[in-house]
């Protein structure tokens, strides 16, 4: 997918829709990790039943799993990029003195906040008001 740039207003629209995605995406995972923490004895259970238990898991898994790859779509359609999902930090292309630098939001917080050098990661966010008078 290409690359997409975002003023702060165009990406604080995105919000809501990135905050259900995310929730969604966490949930999701947390299925998927419940699932895979099953463990099935074969030889505890008769044999009909581990297949068919298995079968069930498995099914499960890959539709959970199905899911979980078109949300993740749908944020990439956006033109966001997920971070950390567990923390849910998206960052936000955009134009910064002929640069790019990212816009970063995290779940949790009502709008985006802060902006970070696209090498500095999460650790160098700065607040968003160094930005607001050089958008675009």
Same mark, same amino acid.
């Given at each position: 997918? !290409?690359?997409?740039?975002?003023?702060?207003?165009? !990406?604080?629209?995105? @919000?809501?829709? /990135?905050?259900?995605?995310l929730i969604k995406?966490?949930?999701?995972?947390?299925? @998927?990790?419940? /699932?895979?923490?099953?463990? /099935?004895?074969?030889?505890a259970i008769e044999? $009909?039943?581990?297949?068919?238990?298995?079968?069930?898991?498995?099914?499960? +898994?890959?539709?959970?799993? $199905?899911?979980? +790859?078109?949300? #993740? =779509?749908?944020?990439?359609?956006?033109?966001?990029?997920?971070?950390?999902?567990?923390?849910? #930090?998206?960052?936000? +292309?955009?134009?910064?003195?002929?640069?790019?630098?990212?816009?970063c939001w995290k #779940?949790?917080?009502?709008?985006?906040? !802060?902006?970070? =050098?696209?090498?500095?990661? +999460?650790?160098?966010?700065?607040?968003?008001?160094?930005?607001?008078?050089?958008?675009?």
């Amino acid at each position: 997918m !290409a690359k997409k740039y975002f003023t702060l207003e165009s !990406a604080q629209e995105q @919000i809501q829709k /990135i905050k259900k995605s995310l929730i969604k995406l966490q949930n999701l995972q947390k299925s @998927i990790d419940a /699932i895979l923490s099953v463990k /099935i004895d074969p030889q505890a259970i008769e044999p $009909y039943e581990f297949v068919d238990t298995n079968t069930k898991l498995n099914k499960e +898994y890959h539709q959970l799993s $199905y899911e979980f +790859y078109l949300e #993740l =779509e749908k944020l990439g359609k956006i033109g966001c990029i997920l971070k950390d999902l567990d923390l849910g #930090l998206v960052d936000f +292309y955009f134009r910064f003195e002929d640069r790019d630098v990212f816009l970063c939001w995290k #779940l949790g917080e009502n709008r985006i906040k !802060a902006w970070h =050098e696209i090498d500095s990661g +999460y650790s160098g966010r700065q607040p968003i008001i160094d930005l607001e008078d050089f958008q675009k």
